[in-house]
């Protein structure tokens, strides 16, 4: 229910909540998306397999 929440709140669609952190000065949201099938960039197949993980840092006005 709580990560449901935040996916509404934030207007976060497709994506699961993984962890959200609390700090001082900042909160930080862990999310993961749903693979799909794709183009692989090396060889041009499609592909419905996940080739890397990315930490993506988002920052919001203060």
Do not use: W
């Amino acid at each position: 229910m709580h990560s449901n929440f935040i996916n509404k709140l934030l207007n976060l669609q497709g994506v699961k909540i993984n962890k959200i952190s609390h700090e001082d000065s900042f909160i930080k949201i862990y999310i993961k998306t749903n693979p799909r099938e794709h183009t692989c960039p090396a060889c041009g197949c499609l592909t419905s397999r996940v080739h890397d993980y990315r930490n993506q840092l988002i920052k919001d006005l203060p």
